[in-house]
């Protein structure tokens, strides 16, 4: 709050009245499925060890017909994940938790959900009621570089637990929907990451705007500790006509786009030094798969939560294309040093499988339910123009609310997978 009174979590009459506004403006925007990603933390008590303030959301949002999931951050950060269904518009058909168990202590929830009304298929004159998968998430905070690849893998991770639970329960293609705090902009890996797959951020969608530097600083969505302003929180949306190319090697170019930042913005190492620290102590001018793994380890790339050995592996193999062992210059240039695919931009200063398995194909002619973004609106205005209103205190971040419309498209099989 300010020096003099300390911080709110200190003063139960604070606290307690903003979080009753913030649950005033939940319930006012009459949302079909809310997802908040809560730091809640009260005289450094778990927010979900707080009964008066998890009484207050459960009986406010359960009166207003909404069922609750709530998943705490391990090793008790002090925060966590809600997502408010309501009764009225959807059935949740299933609810898992998503443990990464890594440095962040992140967590995510999975819910596959059924719309509770019925939609007309226009051609059959039956009714079909279309089922999609909606994650919650919130990843951690990008507190320097080597952080970024720790973000990057917490959304590898989400995605191959989606390919994972569609592949265990056999399921038909079918929208899904990625809501969360990313932390981390447009300009960083993982937001190229996530289109690289076929996602689109709904609020971009909406207004036209495209991945351009540019449109980038259009809107904001939040000012975080650092006093920086940016745009953070996105709602993804991958329809089931979207040809996807597989999820590792998405991950691949991703690795490799930070792997080249890493080398050029902090190491400050041109593409000829580049190479030389890639290829170590080779005396044929070749990078060799042990001078490689040494130069992740230096990297900081190489960790459990980061890069692991069985990753490298597949790294290796992609970079060392005609598969002889070792790598040469034009090798190295088009794998890592400029790809057509990836070009790596330094993420702001904001927060950045599931086995790959066969996943279900479908005939060319097949059609299903998908989503058009009808409406897309920030709150408040002024965050939508770029900018931080300073009498806004209800929170550190701008709520998104995106309103989606059902509409009927060709099935798109999955590109399958490297074996």
Not at 180 to 196: A, E, P
């Amino acid at each position: 709050m300010d020096s003099e009174n300390g911080r709110e979590s200190q003063n139960r009459a604070n606290w307690f009245s903003r979080n009753e506004k913030i649950i005033d403006r939940l319930l006012g925007d009459r949302s079909s499925i809310i997802c908040l990603q809560v730091v809640l933390v009260l005289c450094q008590e778990v927010w979900l060890g707080n009964d008066e303030l998890v009484n207050m959301y459960e009986k406010r949002l359960g009166d207003a017909n909404y069922r609750l999931f709530k998943l705490a951050r391990t090793n008790n950060r002090g925060d966590g994940l809600l997502t408010a269904v309501h009764r009225n518009y959807f059935c949740v058909l299933n609810h898992r938790e998503l443990l990464f168990n890594d440095f962040g202590d992140r967590v995510a929830q999975l819910l596959h959900v059924e719309s509770a009304i019925p939609f007309l298929q226009n051609r059959s004159s039956s009714y079909v009621q279309q089922q999609s998968l909606i994650v919650n998430t919130h990843l951690v905070f990008p507190h320097d570089h080597s952080l970024s690849i720790v973000r990057l893998k917490q959304v590898y991770k989400i995605l191959q637990y989606i390919e994972a639970y569609q592949e265990e329960h056999k399921l038909g293609p079918m929208p899904i929907i990625l809501c969360g705090d990313w932390n981390g902009s447009k300009r960083g890996q993982v937001y190229k990451f996530l289109r690289s797959q076929g996602f689109v951020s709904s609020y971009d969608t909406a207004h036209q705007y495209s991945d351009s530097e540019e449109d980038a600083h259009k809107w904001v969505s939040h000012r975080n500790h650092r006093g920086n302003i940016c745009g953070v929180d996105f709602i993804w949306l991958l329809n089931p006509d979207k040809c996807r190319k597989p999820l590792k090697t998405s991950w691949n170019e991703a690795v490799f786009g930070i792997m080249k930042y890493l080398l050029l913005q902090v190491a400050s190492l041109p593409e000829e030094n580049a190479f030389a620290l890639l290829k170590a102590d080779s005396s044929d001018d070749r990078i060799t798969y042990s001078s490689f793994c040494q130069a992740l380890c230096q990297l900081g790339m190489v960790h459990p939560d980061r890069v692991n050995s069985e990753e490298m592996e597949d790294l290796w193999s992609e970079v060392d294309h005609d598969g002889n062992g070792a790598v040469d210059y034009k090798e190295f240039q088009r794998c890592i040093w400029s790809p057509k695919c990836y070009n790596q931009e330094e993420e702001d200063d904001t927060e950045i499988d599931v086995a790959e398995g066969s996943i279900v194909t479908f005939e060319p002619n097949d059609e299903t339910f998908g989503f058009t973004v009808k409406e897309a609106v920030l709150f408040p205005p002024e965050v939508e123009k770029g900018m931080w209103p300073e009498n806004y205190s209800l929170s550190d971040h701008a709520p998104l609310t995106v309103v989606f419309s059902p509409v009927r498209m060709p099935c798109s099989p999955r590109t399958p997978q490297h074996p």
